[in-house]
């Protein structure tokens, strides 16, 4: 296995830097990353203290910077060790500032300005947890989007994901002995969107799931004719209703929230036709 020193330097809190080399370092296997964090740095004064310590564990060092003077000697020293320093940023800002015809602000953390879309993603989180698991059902009109499916079918990590992106989410369990209320079907501005996965997945689920409660493995929520069952069962509510469906067999959360999303931009182009005004 190779072991690789990654040094993330920022000017800010090092968030963009961690998720771009997660991203590309998920593109190699048995590779050992020993990842060195270095926020806030805006002086040279600074940049200098953490370059003698980069120096000891030499790697490859990714950085976003936007003080002229600060990434010229993070250059010239990383030239002088015989580091590759990489600029995670730049492709995509000259991109932008050549397209646009305009000059970046370079204004170090700028992405994480505490912006009226900050508080409103905010406020999507809070929203969401607060309507988990078919919680307050008086309040679903106020959401973006609104997941049913059976239990384990990702309704909630999903939710989490996308009210991140500052969407509103509720999330309804869809259980035969217990149907949804009828505020559910009489919803007309969020999108429903149905969530299913095959019954076999899902017996597989349902199973690791009770094994990390240390419950017994073989129980009714396991038995493979009543999850068929299960499963059919939400596909006749969502099938009577017209909501899209979403297989999330073999999705990531993060593929399902795409797909997701491609159905709420779909939705608000719609609306936009039919002269509504969409709550997304």
Known sequence: MIRLHLHLIS????????NIAKAGLAQFDDVETIKHFWPMVRTEGHLERVLDDVG???GLVLYTLVDHNVRERLESRCRSMGLPAV????PVIDALSRLLGMESKEKPG??????????????AIQYTIAHDDGLGPEDWHKADIVLAGVSRTSKTP?????????YKVANVPLVPEAPPPDILYNLTQP????????PDRLVQVRRNRL???NQAPETDYVDQERVKAEVAFARRIFADNGWPVIDVTRRSIEESAAAILNLVSDAIKSRDEQGSTPSV
Not at 12 to 17: D, K, P, V
Not at 158 to 166: E, F, H
Not at 191 to 198: F, K, M, Q
């Open 11 to 18: 000017d800010s809190t090092g968030e963009t830097l961690e």
């Open 56 to 58: 000891k564990q030499p």
């Open 87 to 90: 600029s995670a940023l730049d």
């Open 110 to 123: 700028s992405q994480h300005t505490l912006d009226a879309a900050y508080f409103e993603r905010v406020e």
């Open 158 to 166: 999903t939710s989490i994901y996308l009210a991140n992106r500052g």
């Open 191 to 198: 999108i429903i969107v149905g969530l299913t996965t095959s």
């Open 211 to 213: 094994l990390s409660l």
